[in-house]
């Protein structure tokens, strides 16, 4: 029996559907050039993909077909050799779709495998978000910033070739360079590309992870129910109406705060999440009314408080909110616990605004929407510019 070699990339549904297919089918048309068989297929049936909802696609490569049929006979691989995470607030870790309830994003990566991602962050600042292992793997950071090359919008701004280059660098007995370069001219018929690919090959370092260093915090998990502890029937019981929000200093109760499912926590699938200034608020109600998830809890005075174990992220209250800089769109590495940002306007009101102000005046621009025309031309140019300065 040969060997065989997986990697999986871990991507945000929709925004980044066809990179992700990209950079999984490239290895696969890549090993298939050194004389390897392999497969490349997306993971569809627990992660129904929605607009950001973390996904994962596969390739599965083998030295030979025999290997390969007795790899692909799992229907998924329990440990791979890269994992590749082309967002990086993916790294606080990947609630696919009800179950497996947060998994970090490194569960998969083999003792002494490596974790691919793109990002402008520092390799600490990476570390300290995702998950301790017990076992040491490495770190390759291929310089970007977060790429959506969706399912609608193709955004080409070479971050798929970029990752194609740095696999062959991390593992080169799967796939050579020059199979990486032959596979992008001949599916991509652009030079460039090749180049962005030659020079993310030149640039990929890898920094060792040792085994404990990360994140410390116990991943939840929840059973699955089994089929004896089904209701019968297809009735499903109702989520009650939920309570009313006690103020932490006052001691006022009032407003609501809906109930909401209690094991799908959307702790993980945003890139950005909504800062609101409390001050400024004209209790319009249109963030409450436009969420498209339920997300605002309301307080006693009639506020609107963005609860993040609801949020997912999308950016609808920050687009419908009258008031400049009343609702903004913040990068989710920007934050470690998801508290009530009201709770903490009320405990400390101008401890609150610097921190809203410190967290509102560095916010990257957002990326997962096409908000004006000319916006991704703006934004490729400044991602190849990265590519070719490195
Ligand atoms: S970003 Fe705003 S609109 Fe979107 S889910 Fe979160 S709170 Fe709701
Ligand atoms: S949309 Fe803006 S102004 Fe209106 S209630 Fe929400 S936060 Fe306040």
């Known amino acids: 029996m040969g060997r065989l070699f997986a990697v999986e990339i871990v991507y945000r549904g929709i ?44 390739a599965i490569v083998a030295d030979d077909e025999l290997t390969l049929e007795e790899g692909m006979a799992k229907y998924e691989p329990k440990e791979v050799d890269v994992t590749i995470c082309v967002d990086d607030t993916l790294f606080k870790g990947v609630e696919s779709w009800a179950w497996y309830g947060l998994q970090p994003i490194n569960q998969l990566t083999k003792p002494n495998g490596t974790l691919i991602v793109t990002s402008m962050e520092p390799p600490e600042k990476l570390m300290s978000m995702a998950h301790a292992k017990t076992t040491p793997y490495n770190l390759a950071i291929v310089k970007g910033t977060r790429s959506f090359s969706g399912l609608w919008v193709y955004k080409d701004d070479h971050s798929d070739v970029r990752i194609l280059g740095a696999i062959a660098k991390v593992l080169p007995e799967m796939v050579s360079l020059e199979s990486i370069k032959k596979t992008i001219l001949t599916e991509w018929h652009d030079q460039v590309k090749v180049a962005s690919a030659e020079k993310s090959y030149k640039l990929t370092t890898k920094v060792p992870v040792k085994p404990g260093s990360g994140n410390q915090e116990t991943p939840y998990r929840f059973d699955l129910p089994k089929w004896h502890e089904m209701g019968e029937g297809i009735a499903i019981p109702c989520i009650t109406a939920g309570k009313p929000v006690e103020d932490p200093t006052t001691h006022v109760q009032g407003g609501i705060r809906p109930d909401r499912n209690q094991v799908f926590k959307k702790f993980s699938t945003r890139t950005m999440r909504p800062v609101v200034n409390f001050e400024t608020c004209i209790k319009c109600t249109l963030c409450w009314l436009q969420c498209p998830d339920t997300c605002f809890d309301v307080t006693p005075e009639g506020l609107y408080d963005a609860n993040m174990e609801a949020c997912c992220g999308c950016g609808v209250c920050e687009a419908v909110c009258p008031v400049e800089k009343c609702v903004t769109m913040v990068a989710e590495t920007e934050f470690n616990d998801n508290a009530s940002q009201w709770e903490m306007w009320r405990k400390d009101s101008t401890g609150y605004l610097t921190w809203l102000n410190q967290k509102i005046e560095h916010r990257p621009e957002r990326s997962h929407g096409f908000r004006y025309l000319g916006q991704y031309k703006e934004q490729v140019g400044e991602m190849l510019q990265i590519a070719q300065e490195g």
């Open 15 to 58: 925004f980044q559907k066809k990179l992700a297919a990209n950079i999984s089918r490239g290895i696969v048309l890549a090993a298939h050039l050194d004389g390897k068989p392999g497969m490349s297929f997306g993971r569809y049936g627990d992660s129904p993909e929605r607009n950001g909802i973390p996904a994962k696609y596969f």
